[in-house]
């Protein structure tokens, strides 16, 4: 809870410092000359999904690898690399990268015209790899690759002392077993659930790292992106649905120990519970988009500071990147820390979950003392 507190305390001094910087910019007269720095586009862009993984820019010249864009469209594929789009300034076969307005960061297709969107036609489905689905696909294939040979390896010395990659990993594993999942759904029928959850725990935890790490193949920030973080909830909620027991929905529908007026006319119990299943996988969304994603912003907030004031004044500049990038280091151990807990609390409460939909309740005789 401290985490959170100091991670709130720190985003809401840095937004203060920005806006306060910001309207101090807008409030001079414009000038002509070079762009002035915008720290929300650049916190934007380096945190959302693109097309694109961009690399650097060196003066006015972007450097980024083209990613593969598919999109249906009137019932037919159209493929293309991103780069025919050069960095969002031109128009290719038809269809625009928007950078503005409803559609923004969206590929839409343009009317006869050539210029203006075809308000008329849908947009076409899109289909594309982008920068997060290439990332998922690293993790797929490097978790793959990891876990094989590691099971591998113990097939062949089941007896054997782990070496290399399977005494880092062989912890790990003993962690999610021991710690999470027996003691939330029990000796009994853990096993079911544990490629799920280890699945689910290493997943997330290589992507919490990878989001660290600014170079290829790092850099996406996958688990900061609630389209992603709903699937892994929607998995969560689907297991926990098709697993619970009768014992489970019945105390959904008609709870013990509740007053009957509660219950009837009007299911006031019987809704908050059906509430309650479907915020479980929502408050397991929310919580791991805005923890990673708070990090990531306040890590670019506090290296947007040193451009800020350095716009101002040079000296202003100098001595604000001291602080900033002791903060953003400090951020980025706090970050590091945050990439575990994240994968635990997500993995321990969706084995809460289940542990508790498929609990046995069994039946006592009322004891009389």
């Known amino acids: 809870m401290r985490i959170k507190y100091l991670i709130t305390l720190i985003a809401l001094w840095l937004s203060f410092c920005i806006s306060a910087v910001a309207n101090t910019n807008e409030s001079e007269p414009e000038t002509k000359g070079p762009e002035k720095f915008n720290a929300g586009k650049m916190i934007v862009e380096h945190i959302v999904d693109n097309h694109e993984w961009h690399i650097a820019t060196l003066g006015e010249t972007p450097i980024a690898i083209p990613l593969p864009i598919i999109l249906w469209d009137n019932g037919k594929f159209e493929c293309f690399l991103s780069s025919n789009f050069d960095h969002h300034t031109k128009i290719y076969k038809g269809y625009k990268l928007e950078t503005e307005g409803e559609h923004k960061g ?38 793959c690759l990891i876990f094989i040979s590691v099971a591998r390896r113990f097939k062949r010395n089941p007896n054997s002392a782990p070496k290399g990659l399977q005494s880092m990993m062989e912890p790990l594993i003993l962690f999610v077993r021991d710690d999470i999942v027996k003691p939330s759904i029990g000796e009994k029928r853990y096993k079911k659930y544990m490629p799920f ?51 489970y929905w019945a105390h959904i529908v008609n709870a013990p120990g509740v007053p009957w007026w ?84 997500f993995t321990l409460l969706s084995a809460l979950y289940i542990g508790m939909a498929s609990e046995e309740h069994h039946q006592h005789e009322e004891i009389i003392h």
């Open 262 to 345: 509660l219950k009837f006319p009007i299911p006031l119990m019987p809704i908050v519970e059906l509430i309650g299943v479907i915020t479980k996988p929502f408050v397991l969304m929310v919580r791991l988009f805005a923890n990673i994603m708070a990090g990531h912003i306040i890590v670019l907030g506090f290296m947007s500071l040193i451009f800020i004031f350095g716009s101002m004044s040079l000296v202003a500049g100098y001595g604000v990147s001291v602080v900033s990038i002791a903060f953003a280091i400090f951020m980025g151990l706090l970050e590091l820390l945050v990439a575990f807990i994240q994968a635990y609390v």
């Open 106 to 143: 969206k590929i839409v297709k343009l009317a006869a015209d050539g210029v203006s969107v075809d308000k008329e036609a849908a947009l076409p489905l899109d289909l594309s790899i982008t920068k997060n689905v290439v990332s998922i696909f690293f993790t797929v294939a490097m978790l």
């Open 197 to 247: 959850l280890l699945t689910l725990f290493f997943f997330i935890l290589f992507n919490n790292l990878l989001g660290l790490i600014p170079l290829i193949p790092g850099g996406a920030n996958v688990t900061g992106n609630i389209a992603v973080t709903l699937v892994l909830a929607l998995f969560t909620f689907f297991i926990t649905s098709f697993s619970a027991n009768r014992q």
